[in-house]
């Protein structure tokens, strides 16, 4: 075998090795945002129904505008949206990667406040895209002036608001949406990622008369739907025009529409477990503070806790425990995914025994 570095790979390219957090087989995993309670055994059912329904057509290419998915996550979304103002990609990374290409590109940058998603500068490489992340505001927040301000100076082609932010958990109110929209004239991406476990309102009320906004979502997080690579955005139709051009074609296969066409039928039943998942992000931010640490604010299934004195040590007396967490490079922090009662309390368990 050859060396990468013999190869005419791309200069911006060179070196670099490829993103993602290890994936290790472990009892009990927090560490990439999972819901970890898993897919009701009835939806599983219709799933495969749904499934076995399209194997016998796969000879023929899948409907490229999936129009009845597209319906579906309109009415899922509710506030009056249209089929044609939605539009779904194999996960979020994809739905962003796709507006990069479409609004970014040579010349045009993008901007974002961190620390924040790790995958944005990556798919702003990726997309031949500058990009510039300037620092988030006391606690990880951000205020509707300080954003506006930095966007007015910056006028990026494409800005991104992660919200609740990942890493930190932190959220953002419809106001800084709102400010942020107005102090630019480029494209205002949302990633609402998280959105289904935040007790604020979503940006999809800001939709109507605000064309250069797009609201990201995923099927990853919430709906328990990480490995089937579903996501999915709310913008104006003329921005779904957009996306179409820099589309690969038939980019969602047959079987990915048909999984996602199956849960969707079960939004409530695939969404079930949101609320007991919130109760152990609760619990863990409470718990982690009695520990004499601390944790910042979240509206997220996960916490970002804070206080340790070598934050690897502990990552790796977790993981010798059958617990894995993420270490996102924020000094004296780590980042815990809110899972299951059971695994939340195996997690506090041993985190106190490794700290005691
Ligand atoms: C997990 C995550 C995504 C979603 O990734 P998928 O490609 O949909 O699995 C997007 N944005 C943020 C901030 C995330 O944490």
Same mark, same amino acid.
């Not at 506030?79 to 479409?102: D, V």
């Given at each position: 075998?050859?060396?990468l570095?013999d190869?005419?790979? @791309?200069?911006?390219? +060179?070196?670099?090795?490829?993103?993602?957090?290890?994936q290790?087989d472990?009892?009990?995993q927090?560490?990439v945002?999972e819901?970890?309670f898993?897919?009701?055994?009835?939806?599983?059912l219709d799933?495969i129904q749904?499934?076995?329904?399209?194997?016998l057509?796969?000879?023929?290419?899948?409907?490229?505008?999936?129009?009845? /998915? @597209?319906?579906?996550f309109?009415?899922?979304?509710?506030n009056? /949206?249209?089929? +044609?103002?939605?539009?779904?990609?194999?996960?979020?990374?994809?739905i962003?990667?796709q %507006?990069f290409?479409?609004f970014?590109?040579?010349?045009?940058?993008?901007?974002?406040?961190?620390?924040?998603?790790?995958?944005?500068?990556n #798919?702003?490489?990726?997309?031949?895209?500058?990009?510039?992340?300037?620092? +988030?505001?006391?606690d990880?927040?951000?205020?509707?002036n300080y954003?506006?301000e930095?966007?007015?100076i910056?006028k990026?082609? %494409?800005a991104?608001?992660?919200?609740?932010?990942?890493?930190?958990?932190?959220?953002?109110?419809?106001?800084v949406?709102r400010?942020?929209?107005?102090?630019?004239?480029?494209?205002?991406?949302?990633?609402?990622?998280?959105? $289904?476990f935040?007790?604020k *309102?979503s940006?999809i $009320?800001l939709?109507?008369g605000?064309?250069?906004?797009?609201?990201?979502?995923?099927?990853?997080?919430?709906?328990?739907?990480?490995?089937?690579?579903?996501?999915?955005? *709310?913008a104006?139709?003329?921005?779904?025009?957009?996306?179409?051009i =820099?589309r /690969?074609?038939y980019?969602?296969?047959?079987?990915?529409?048909?999984?996602? +066409?199956?849960?969707?039928?079960? *939004?409530? !039943?695939?969404?079930?477990?949101v609320?007991q #998942?919130? =109760?152990q @992000?609760?619990?863990?931010?409470?718990?982690?503070k009695?520990?004499g640490?601390?944790?910042? $604010?979240? !509206?997220?299934n996960f =916490?970002l806790?804070?206080g340790?004195?070598?934050?690897? !040590?502990v990552?790796?007396?977790l /993981?010798?425990?059958?617990? %894995?967490?993420?270490?996102?490079g924020?000094p004296?922090?780590l980042?815990i995914?809110?899972?299951? !009662?059971?695994e939340?309390?195996k997690?506090?368990?041993e985190?106190?025994? #490794?700290?005691?």
């Amino acid at each position: 075998m050859t060396n990468l570095d013999d190869l005419p790979i @791309r200069d911006d390219l +060179r070196g670099l090795k490829p993103y993602g957090a290890p994936q290790l087989d472990v009892p009990v995993q927090l560490n990439v945002n999972e819901n970890t309670f898993g897919i009701p055994e009835a939806v599983a059912l219709d799933i495969i129904q749904e499934l076995a329904s399209e194997v016998l057509r796969l000879n023929r290419y899948p409907d490229r505008e999936f129009i009845e /998915l @597209r319906g579906q996550f309109a009415a899922f979304l509710g506030n009056g /949206l249209s089929a +044609r103002q939605t539009w779904a990609a194999n996960g979020s990374n994809e739905i962003l990667t796709q %507006i990069f290409q479409a609004f970014g590109g040579p010349g045009n940058s993008a901007l974002s406040f961190g620390p924040t998603y790790s995958m944005y500068p990556n #798919i702003a490489r990726i997309t031949l895209t500058d990009y510039r992340e300037l620092p +988030r505001e006391a606690d990880f927040e951000l205020s509707a002036n300080y954003v506006a301000e930095q966007l007015a100076i910056h006028k990026p082609a %494409i800005a991104i608001l992660c919200n609740p932010n990942n890493p930190t958990g932190t959220p953002i109110d419809n106001e800084v949406v709102r400010a942020a929209y107005d102090a630019f004239d480029g494209i205002l991406v949302i990633d609402e990622a998280y959105a $289904e476990f935040s007790s604020k *309102a979503s940006a999809i $009320e800001l939709l109507a008369g605000r064309p250069r906004l797009i609201i990201s979502r995923t099927m990853s997080k919430a709906f328990a739907f990480a490995g089937a690579r579903v996501g999915y955005l *709310a913008a104006d139709e003329a921005v779904v025009d957009a996306l179409r051009i =820099v589309r /690969l074609p038939y980019h969602l296969s047959a079987l990915t529409q048909a999984a996602a +066409r199956a849960a969707l039928r079960h *939004a409530p !039943e695939m969404l079930a477990n949101v609320e007991q #998942i919130k =109760v152990q @992000r609760d619990r863990m931010i409470a718990q982690i503070k009695l520990l004499g640490l601390s944790a910042y $604010e979240s !509206e997220a299934n996960f =916490v970002l806790a804070a206080g340790f004195e070598n934050p690897n !040590e502990v990552f790796e007396a977790l /993981l010798a425990r059958g617990v %894995i967490v993420r270490n996102v490079g924020i000094p004296n922090t780590l980042r815990i995914t809110a899972g299951t !009662e059971a695994e939340t309390s195996k997690l506090l368990g041993e985190l106190a025994l #490794i700290l005691g």
